[in-house]
Structures are given as C-alpha cells and as structure tokens.
C-alpha cells in the first residue's frame, strides 16, 4: 500500500475543502470497501479525508412526513432505527440481508452507497478491466460471468452494483444529498448509479469530490408494505445472485402504488419502470404480477453463465408481490 | 518512529489501560494490536472481512479490525479476546467458559473472533437490534430472544474451517439462557414469533 495523509474532517465544509477535488483525494467512511480495495491496491489515494465522525449520524422526521438518514448512520444503527423498521420495512430488510453484523456496523450509508464492484476482474491487478482501467479491456465478458449483469450491460462492462441498501433506496424513491464545492444538490437514489456504457469507470453520477451528507426518504412511501429478498449463494454473509426490492399498495382491490427494483441484475440498481406502468390501475393478480415482469425482464441478455438470473429474478418479485398484496399496510408511526 | 505526514499518535484505550502507540496510517487496528502490542489473540484470517477472526469491540461494538485503520481511532476504546472477563472483572467471560464447556473449537483459530463477535451479538440483541431472520412484528424496543436460527445468522461473519459450528450455536445459546437476555421482565416471548417452549427446554 501506497502511504498516505490522512485527515479528520470536523465539519462538512472541512471536508470538502480538504477533498478539493483532488485526484487523488478519498473520503472515508466506515472503511469497509475502502481499505480493502487499497490492500489490493486498486485504490491508491494519497490522502483520506476521514468523515465517518462527522455531525450526520441522526435519522430525523421532517414535518412533511419524510424521513433523513444523516451519511454517517451505520448500516446497523439504520436497520435498527423503529422509524425504518415501522415505516420503511423494505429498507430494514436490505441492510440486514448484506454483509455481517460487523461490517455492518462499521459501514456507512454514504460509504455503502459508493462501494465498489465485486467483479473478480476489477480486484485483480493481474487482469484487464475497463472500470479500473480504461481501455484495458473487460475480463468479465469472455470471462466467469456467473454473478455479473443481465440487464443494461455494455461491450465494456457487464459488473453488477452490489449493495443491497440502494435497491431498497431506489424503490423507495429516495434522493440523495450531495455537497461540493459548488454548494449544495440531490439526486434520486433511482438515477444516482449509472449504467457502464462507454464510461464504465464512473459508477454514479457523483462529481469527484463531491460528500454524500445524506439520504431523504419521502412520505409517500411511508406505510405502504414493503419487503425485500434476497437469493444468494449460502444462507447468509454473501452478495445478492439476485434481489428485490418492492413497494406495494392495494385500494379496493386495485394496486394503487407499485416500486419494484432489482438487485444483482445490472450495473445500478434495476427500477423495473415497465412492470410498475404495467400493473397500476389493475387487479393485483398472479397473472397480472407474472405479465408485467417479464415485461420488463423480456430485455434481458444474459451472458454465458448467468441465464439462471432472470427465471430467478421473475420468481422472487412475483413472489414478493403475491406476499405484499396479500399483506395488511403496516403501522405509520 | 515518530509522526509526519505519514504517521500519527493515536491516544486510544485497549482492554482499559491507556495507550498512543505512534501508527502508520496504513496500519490496520489489527496490525498495530499484533506487530505493536504484542496482543495476538485477534487473528488474521483472510485480511479482507471475509472470516472475522480478527473481531475486536470498538465502543463496544464488534467491528472486523482488519479493516479498520488504526488512525481512525483517536479516543476509542478498543476490547480484544485478551480483555474479556466476568461481571467481577477476574474470571473468564461466561461465553467463554461456555466455550470451554461446551468444546467449541477445535484448532481454536477463530475462537478470539468468535468471542467477541458472540459478545458484540449479545449486546445488539439485547439493545433490540434486528437480524435478517427477525421476525418483522417483533417489538422494536424490547430485546430479541435468540433461538438458535438468530445465533446463526447473527454470527454468520465468524467462519470456522473446522466446522465447530454446532457447537458454537450451543455455547452462546447456554449464556443467552442463563441471563435475561432475548426475554422481556415477565419471561414471556416480546414478539411471540420466535422462542417457543422446545427451543428453551432443547
Ligand atoms: C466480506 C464482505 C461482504 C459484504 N457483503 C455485502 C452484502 O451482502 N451486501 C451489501 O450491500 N454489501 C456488502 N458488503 C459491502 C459493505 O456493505 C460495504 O463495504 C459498506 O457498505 C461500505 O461502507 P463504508 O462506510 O465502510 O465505506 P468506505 O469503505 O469507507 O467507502 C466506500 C467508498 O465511499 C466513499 N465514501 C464514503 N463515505 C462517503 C461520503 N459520505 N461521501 C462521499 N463518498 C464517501 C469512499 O471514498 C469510498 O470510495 C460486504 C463487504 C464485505 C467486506
Ligand atoms: S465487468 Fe466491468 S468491472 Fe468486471 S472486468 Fe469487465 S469492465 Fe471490469
Ligand atoms: S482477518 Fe479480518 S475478517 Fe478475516
Ligand atoms: S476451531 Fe478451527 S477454525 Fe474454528
């Protein structure tokens, strides 16, 4: 590992300014992604802008009903919290379906948003890989491809986004709050992570040195049932084959409010928008649940080893709707 | 060594005495406990939070110290297997003489992480904290009973290549029973979903 500077922030603008936009300038949060990917030397920062103790570990209640997660809240302090696990089950679930009871309650909701890849070929040095070097080529492709992306891949990249907290934040239709030098901006958690394209090196729409401070859940959420599952390889401590993430709300005997959201399928979380447009307004059907996602999983292209992916993902949403309609709205406060 | 750009005095308290070992930012809290503090209960398994053999408590929480800079740590309070005790202060931890009780370990590698990791879940359960197999009515508030599923996956960050598992499961479910933890004042079930007489009596 390369050595480094490193810097406590005490304040958002500290950290900032700190950051300055440097290339070579990271914020740390819990750690957890970051110091692993510098021991394998994929990140080789000169300096760490350590924000993980700064004022912005509070879940707080706006008048408005909406609720903002501050970026430092560990992951197990957040699926904890009785406001998210009474208003916002689908977000309590995610958390505790990833990593470990201590990774999770080192990371962070910035740090977990930010994590990178576990694509093998982006952590290993030895391989090329687009993302981690541009232009290198992507090992992936003609590679291992069992746990990459289904949906929305590209000639360059085929990775998948592993954090399961931001399935939950796309479906909830989330925004997250960013600060940079320029001042203050949000953007929705849905849109927040971007598909590889020809710039598979940017994941997110995050400018370089730009602080995520926060997340805000809206009110209209709040309530609704809501749940996610996971498939994965062993019963626990592994990353999601597949996911998803879903907001259900049935009024007499139609579903009024629909957000579905896959999880393991593509480069950012996958808001299946198709399979929403498909199903509200209608009965709340098996048959319905089963038309409108294959709708949306009808684009799929698998690669090599991956085509058990979208049998899987079809099971597990239309069997997570079938639950949730069937379900009783959860308690608002 | 003494500080610069690149290395920092770090005050921190490890296992209640007070210590500001000088560290290379690129230290892990593993590193400088092993390498600088001769205290090599915490083992280094994998180095990429994939085992948890290297648990330690930070604040009380367990935390994979290989993956944690030590620098990050100014004023914490760090506790390793080597700090473990009874309520006394003088004895061994009742988790571990479950352990011991119970043979819950064979080449006992993973034994450190697995403690502290179990005490660090003891803790969480206790203050009400979820697991991925908590039932969603369960009482946000009170403390969650821990059936043999939630010991499970509540600790399914500490691998053990000996297969020690079942026995592990049995040792902190022996502590788990013998104090008040998972069961509200009355020694009724908080949720009514999990804990049901045959797990208690098993
Ligand atoms: C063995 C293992 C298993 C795992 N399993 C899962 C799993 O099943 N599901 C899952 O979702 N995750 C899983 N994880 C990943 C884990 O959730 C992430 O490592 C964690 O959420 C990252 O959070 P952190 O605070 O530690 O981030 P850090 O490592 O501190 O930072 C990650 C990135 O975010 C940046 N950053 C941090 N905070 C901010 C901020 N406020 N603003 C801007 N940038 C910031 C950093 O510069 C860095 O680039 C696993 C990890 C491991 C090691
Ligand atoms: S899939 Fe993406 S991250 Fe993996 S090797 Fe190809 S370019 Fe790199
Ligand atoms: S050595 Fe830290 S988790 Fe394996
Ligand atoms: S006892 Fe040998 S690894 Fe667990």
Known sequence: MKPFRYVRAHSVEEATAAHAGRAASRYLGGGTNLVDLMKLGVERPETLIDVSRLDLDGVEEFSDGSVRLGATVRNSDLAAHPLIRGRYPVLSQALLSGASGQLRNAATTGGNLLQRTRCPYFQDLGKPCNKREPGSGCGARDGVSRDHAVLGHSAQCVATHPSDMAVALAALDAQVELRGPQG????????????????????TELDHGELITGVVLPSSAAGLPSAYRKVRDRASYAFALASVAVVLGVEDTRVRTVRIAFGGLAHRPWRALRAEEALVGQEPTDEAFLRAIDTELSEAEPLRDN????PLARNIACDLLRHLAAAPAAPTS | MGTDVFHSEVPMTVNGSGHSPVVDHRSTLLDVLREQ??????????????????TVLVDGRRVNSCLVLAVSLEGCAITTV????????????????????????????????????????????????????????????????????????????????????PHIVEAVEDVTRAEPVGQDRSGQDADGTHGTQDEVDA
């Open chain 1, 184 to 203: 203050p901006r949000t953007l929705p958690a849905a849109e927040f992570h971007r598909l590889p394209g020809d710039r598979p090196d940017r994941d």
């Open chain 2, 37 to 54: 503090m001769d205290l090599t209960g915490a083992k280094k398994g994998c180095d990429h939070g994939q085992c948890g053999a290297c």
């Open chain 1, 307 to 310: 085509a058990f992916k979208v």
């Open chain 2, 82 to 165: 080597e700090g473990l005790r009874d309520a006394d202060g003088e004895g061994l931890h009742p988790l571990q003489r479950a352990f011991i009780e119970r043979d819950a370990f064979q080449c006992g590698y993973c034994t450190p992480g697995q403690l502290c990791s179990a005490v660090g879940a003891l803790a969480e359960a206790e203050a009400g904290h979820p697991s991925h197999v908590t039932g969603p009515d369960t009482a946000a508030d009170a403390p969650v009973r821990l059936t043999k599923e939630e010991i499970r996956e509540r600790l399914s960050g500490n691998l053990c290549r000996c297969g020690a598992y």
